[in-house]
T-cell receptor
């Protein structure tokens, strides 16, 4: 157990819908990262937050947005869902925003868009 | 943008043999190179990492080597065991210390008893 929690574990929804994925970092970690894992694309970095502020952006679609709240938990919002958004979404946390610190991954949320 | 190439995509070895996975990166500012192991249905977990001021690092049966000039780094697993079977991801920090990790596409390692 990494100490990072994600809810829900599974999510099944229809195209065009909107969903929210939630992540709680390890106690004491200030930075949260979101990744998308598809079968043939490995781990794609989406976005990073540090202490409530957006720190870095990767290949995140405009239909996706995220935020980190004062209690440091983070939410990833996915809207106008398409079939291709079906994937495993991981959240990870690290002690601070430096890229050389270990990232601890949560168990993931498996999103299925029908 | 930054790209991390990882080879091979699949690797099958006999128990007790060695396994080598290779990665290349393109950003000269990259200075941190972690390796993550993801067992089936589980989360990725860090197994070893190396920073750019070091050429090699070893931890029991696993070792990582880095060639900054050629922008190559490799994972070496010796005396493989069935429990080493997993997907292994290399990564590098695009943009250096304040950047973010870019992952390779993974190598599925199968160790046959």
């Amino acid at each position: 157990d990494s100490g990072v929690t994600q809810t829900p574990k599974h999510l099944i929804t229809a195209t065009g819908q909107r969903v929210t994925l939630r992540c709680s970092p390890r106690s004491g970690d200030l930075s949260v990262y979101w990744y998308q894992q598809s079968l043939d694309q490995g781990l794609q970095f989406l976005i990073q937050y540090y202490n409530g502020e957006e720190r870095a952006k990767g290949n995140i679609l405009e239909r996706f947005s995220a935020q980190q709240f004062p209690d440091l938990h983070s939410e990833l919002n996915l809207s106008s869902l398409e079939l291709g958004d079906s994937a495993l979404y991981f959240c990870a946390s690290s002690v601070d925003g430096a890229s050389y610190n270990e990232q601890f991954f949560g168990p993931g949320t498996r999103l299925t868009v029908l | 943008g930054e790209n991390v190439e990882q080879h091979p995509s699949t690797l099958s070895v006999q128990e007790g043999d060695s396994a080598v996975i290779k990665c290349t990166y393109s950003d000269s500012a990259s200075n941190y190179f972690p390796w993550y192991k993801q067992e089936l249905g589980k989360r990725p977990q860090l197994i070893i990492d190396i920073r750019s001021n070091v050429g090699e690092k070893k931890d029991q049966r696993i070792a990582v080597t880095l060639n900054k000039t050629a922008k190559h780094f490799s994972l070496h697993i010796t005396e493989t065991q069935p429990e080493d079977s997993a997907v292994y991801f290399c990564a590098s920090n695009y943009g250096g210390s304040q950047g973010n990790l870019i992952f390779g596409k993974g190598t599925k390692l199968s160790v046959k008893p």
